[in-house]
């Protein structure tokens, strides 16, 4: 086996999980990246209200989706990309709940994807006054970016995860996961329905 995933980032309209409306994906093959890809994504009705700190943060605005596929047109090619790996993410459960909620949303089957999640590893790896993508990245040897660009956050991500592996020799995911006491997120599975408050 070798060091292969796919590094993943979503942007989002507003605090919904469910309103992805930009992915990056990085695939790493052999501890190198071999192909990367990004694109905007109409975020699911009801979940599509952008909301201006977001705006602010990823300079992506309501027009600029309009005409993009929504998210059942573009799991297909999402899934695709990323195949059977692991997903590797900067805080790992954000980007892992937007496909858990998107596909709720629209009604899709939620893909079983295992994750790694670069900010924990970064944690055991760096010493580090802050564990912020840019900083980690830093540390990892990859340079300034364009921060809340969903490749670029992936790219950095992906560097993290490559770096970390070289320090610890870790030939695999798995590996570098056992190799600094974390663990891989469970395979998804569709988000549990919320709770029904019994009548008084």
Same mark, same amino acid.
């Given at each position: ?15 919904? &999980? ?14 190198? *990246? ?7 994504? $109409? %975020? %699911?009705?009801?979940?599509?209200? @952008?909301?201006?700190?977001? *705006? ?6 309501? +027009? ?19 195949? =059977?790996?692991?997903?590797? =993410? +900067?805080?790992?459960? @954000? ?15 939620? &893909? %079983? ?20 993508? %840019?900083? #980690?990245? =830093? /540390? =990892?040897? @990859?340079?300034?970016? &364009?921060? +809340?660009?969903?490749?670029?956050? /992936? ?11 070289? $320090? ?8 570098? #996961? ?11 599975? &569709? ?5 029904? $408050?019994?009548? /008084?």
């Amino acid at each position: 086996m070798a060091l292969d995933f796919t590094a993943i980032d979503f942007e989002t309209a507003n605090s919904s &999980p469910a309103s992805a409306c930009a992915v990056g994906l990085v695939r790493v093959r052999d501890g190198i *990246v071999v192909a990367q890809t990004g694109w905007l994504i $109409r %975020p %699911p009705a009801g979940h599509d209200a @952008f909301q201006e700190w977001n *705006v602010r943060i990823h300079g992506i605005e309501a +027009h600029e989706v309009a005409d993009a596929d929504g998210w059942s047109e573009q799991l297909d090619r999402l899934c695709a990309f990323a195949g =059977a790996d692991v997903l590797v =993410a +900067h805080n790992a459960g @954000f980007d892992l709940n937007v496909i858990r909620r998107a596909c709720e949303a629209t009604g899709d089957e939620c &893909p %079983p994807y295992q994750s790694l999640c670069s900010l924990n590893v970064a944690r055991k790896v760096y010493d580090l006054d802050s564990y912020k993508l %840019p900083v #980690a990245a =830093a /540390a =990892a040897g @990859f340079g300034a970016f &364009p921060h +809340h660009d969903a490749l670029a956050d /992936a790219r950095a991500c992906a560097q993290i995860v490559i770096d970390a592996a070289t $320090r610890t020799g870790s030939g695999t995911v798995q590996q570098l #996961a056992d190799a600094i006491g974390v663990r891989l997120g469970d395979p998804l599975a &569709p988000a549990a329905p919320a709770k029904v $408050r019994a009548a /008084a």
